[in-house]
């Protein structure tokens, strides 16, 4: 696709609810992150990817949080047992290679925990 | 502990005029610097960004400054537009073997007609 693209783009959730949240990145792109947003916050790191090696895991706020990208493109973020904490808006993004800044990234995930 | 930190939770221009954002950090060792641009049920886009070893990049109505001395640097938008309304955050690019961003908390600019 053009561009970024992850589903859905809400969730609303009960608390202990698991739920799975996913990326499909820009086709060719070789990183691929996941950033959470919390309200009024900026987007902060939770894992990062290089092809289908998670070689960053040290943003993930417990262990109830599981990322997996099997093929080297579609990207899952796993949230298990979710808590009201977890609410917030997640963000995938992509970019072509290691070495390359510009990230692009998706509209993002809203997810509510009620 | 903050590393990037944006201290204007928000700023109103004049269209026309010039818009200042500013972001300030702590790490003296981020490669990078980025700025992003976000409307509301959007991602961040990408707008402009400067290596640690420079001290201006330009791209059209836009030019970031960086001052590592006092480890702050600023994106100047001239002229404003109204459809430059929206959040703008600040990143900072932590190298290594990730090339992970770190966040500033971002400004919400509104450039009034």
């Known amino acids: 696709g053009a561009g970024v693209s992850q589903s859905p783009r809400y969730k609303v959730a009960k608390r202990g609810q698991d739920v799975a949240l996913r990326c499909d990145p820009i086709?060719?792109?070789?990183?691929l992150f996941w950033y959470q947003q919390a309200l009024g916050q900026g987007p902060e790191f939770l894992t990062y990817?290089?092809?289908?090696?998670?070689?960053?895991k040290s943003g993930l706020p417990s262990d109830r949080f599981f990322a997996e990208r099997p093929e080297g493109s579609v990207s899952t973020l796993k949230i298990q047992r979710t808590q009201q904490e977890d609410s917030a808006v997640y963000l995938c993004a992509s970019s072509l290679a290691r070495g390359v800044t510009e990230a692009f990234f998706g509209q993002g995930t809203r997810l509510t925990v009620v | 502990d903050q590393q990037v930190k944006q201290n204007s939770p928000s700023l109103s221009v004049q269209e026309g005029r010039i818009s200042i954002l500013n972001c300030d950090y702590t790490?003296?060792?981020?490669?990078?610097f980025l700025w992003y641009k976000k409307y509301p049920a959007e991602g961040p886009t990408f707008l402009i960004s400067?290596?640690?070893?420079?001290d201006k990049n330009e791209d059209g109505r836009f030019t970031v400054f960086l001052n590592k001395s006092a480890k702050h640097l600023s994106l100047h938008i001239v002229p404003s537009q109204p459809g430059d309304s929206a959040v703008y955050f600040c990143?900072?690019?932590?190298?290594?073997?990730?090339?992970?961003?770190?966040f500033g908390t971002g400004t919400l600019l509104a450039v009034q007609p």
């Open positions: 990817f290089q092809n289908e090696a998670q070689l960053d």
């Open positions: 086709s060719g792109h070789v990183s």
């Open positions: 990143a900072a690019l932590y190298g290594g073997a990730t090339n992970k961003l770190i």
């Open positions: 790490n003296s060792m981020f490669d990078y």
């Open positions: 400067i290596s640690s070893i420079k």
